[in-house]
């Protein structure tokens, strides 16, 4: 009896044994499962995004861009049919015609992803920077230590990309800021990105569950980059992202 008692609850211990073992394994394949999911899901996010992007840009170009062409070649004529005391009017006109010319160009060559794989991350980061200082909204700078490395994956430039605008784009609606520094720091094995602003800063937790935010977390996990946001009230807010260059 004794040995039969010890075959029993051996075995019901080896099934016991086995069955969390095939629970576990079931756990593990789901949420890998999940996670290839949502990684599958981000991507595909991301294309369309890139799409409707690159679709605004071509827009603003051609057809905006062209508007703004012919405005200002009519101002520009209409300044030889004026008299002298309407051509300071007519002529501060046209300048504003020509500025809004130069923003909206600026502005689609950010939006297109073709114009980004072409000029590269770092030129397009140096366009926006010019923008962003030119609008006059806020005084931004950037500065470049190290041997700059090509990306060979060329879809991580956007991506990079992106995740800095959607940081410009909350530092320009929330954060009162007037200055912007960007560093860019070339290191052997990856490139560190560091952005900061002098605004008034914010509660992460308390906006941790943001759209914004959430976007810009899991763009950089799908690059595999260390990303690290931080924030206080009153004292700014500063992005860290370590970007490990990639082969395709």
Do not use: W
């Not at 160009?105 to 114009?115: G, M, P, Q």
């Not at 569950?209 to 946001?229: C, D, F, P, T, V």
């Amino acid at each position: 009896m004794i040995i039969v008692l010890i075959i029993i609850c051996s075995l019901v211990i080896l099934f016991f044994v086995f069955y969390q073992k095939r629970k576990n394994q079931l756990l593990l394949r789901n949420v890998e499962q999940q996670q290839k999911f949502d990684e599958e899901l981000l991507k595909t996010q991301q294309e369309i995004q890139e799409e409707t992007l690159k679709h605004v840009g071509r827009e603003l170009h051609d057809n905006i861009g062209q508007m703004l062409v012919m405005s200002t070649m009519q101002m520009n004529a209409a300044l030889t049919a004026v008299n002298n005391e309407a051509k300071t009017k007519v002529n501060n006109a046209a300048e504003t015609l020509k500025n809004t010319l130069d923003e909206v160009r600026a502005l689609s060559k950010s939006l297109n992803n073709d114009v980004i794989f072409n000029l590269g991350f770092e030129a397009t980061l140096e366009n926006e920077v010019a923008r962003l200082n030119k609008s006059g909204l806020i005084d931004s700078t950037l500065s470049i230590t190290g041997e700059k490395v090509n990306f060979e994956n060329k879809k991580d430039e956007i991506i990079l990309f992106r995740i800095l605008q959607e940081f410009f784009s909350n530092t320009l609606k929330y954060a009162e800021a007037e200055h912007l520094n960007i560093t860019l720091s070339y290191q052997e094995q990856l490139l560190i990105i560091k952005i900061e602003d002098d605004g008034i800063g914010y509660d992460i937790e308390s906006v941790a569950k943001s759209s914004g935010l959430i976007n810009m977390k899991k763009r950089a996990e799908l690059l595999s980059a260390k990303y690290n946001l931080e924030s206080q009230k009153h004292k700014g807010t500063t992005l860290t992202l370590e970007y490990p260059y990639r082969t395709i």
